[in-house]
């Protein structure tokens, strides 16, 4: 979700003050702040989702590796692998939590906003300062609007990979039908 690079629509560039600057850095910065707390929350869940799946599987393997050969033949393997199959799922969606993502966060490399087009120049001091801070702020918009896609990828991966926790509920109803469905071809055919 590639965006043009944000651009000031202020017409006259002589009314900005320092502190009005300031002011709008400031509160941009806190929504930048918010965003990577935010992604870091989305991790923490996203590891206590993984470290539950990794047990549910771990289990679940445990149990019917040993009865493969029973598995659509008796009730409790049928359930195992169907448990299974939804947990692998959702350790798949998990992993691709635990993903390398690069978050922006605050600060700034000197040679993005040390430019000879903002500082050498016949601007006032104030209007050098509007010039460097607006640069500033069009590098808030761009890693608040990265993280954003960021968050939004994470999030739908922690709700899939809950999401799969309804289907291992099911999976005993799940079981059940597919055995009866076997037993009755089985019966008729």
């Known amino acids: 979700m590639e965006q043009e690079p944000w651009k000031p629509d202020v017409k006259n560039w002589k009314n900005i003050t320092k502190d009005t600057v300031n002011l709008i850095i400031e509160e941009c910065e806190k929504g930048l702040d918010a965003k990577v707390k935010s992604l870091e929350s989305i991790t923490s869940k996203a590891n206590k989702i993984l470290a539950?799946?990794?047990?549910?599987?771990?289990?679940?393997?445990?149990?019917?590796?040993?009865?493969?050969?029973?598995i659509f033949s008796e009730y409790l393997p049928t359930v195992a692998f169907l448990s299974l199959c939804f947990s692998l799922l959702a350790l798949c969606f998990c992993y691709k939590n635990i993903q390398h993502y690069v978050v922006k966060d605050l600060g700034y490399y000197p040679k993005k906003i040390v430019k000879s087009d903002y500082l050498d120049n016949n601007y006032s001091e104030n209007e050098?300062?509007?010039?460097?801070?607006?640069?500033?702020?069009?590098?808030?918009?761009?890693?608040?609007?990265?993280?954003?896609?960021?968050?939004?990828?994470?999030?739908?991966?922690?709700?899939?990979?809950?999401?799969?926790?309804?289907?291992?509920?099911?999976?005993?109803?799940?079981?059940?039908?597919?055995?009866?469905?076997?037993?009755?071809?089985?019966?008729?055919?």
């Open 52 to 70: 539950i799946y990794i047990s549910i599987f771990t289990s679940l393997c445990i149990y019917i590796i040993p009865k493969l050969n029973k």
């Open 128 to 189: 050098k300062y509007v010039a460097v801070a607006f640069v500033i702020l069009r590098d808030i918009q761009a890693r608040m609007i990265s993280n954003d896609s960021i968050i939004i990828k994470r999030i739908r991966n922690n709700v899939k990979s809950l999401k799969m926790f309804l289907w291992i509920a099911l999976s005993p109803l799940l079981g059940f039908v597919i055995l009866y469905i076997k037993h009755l071809l089985v019966c008729y055919f």
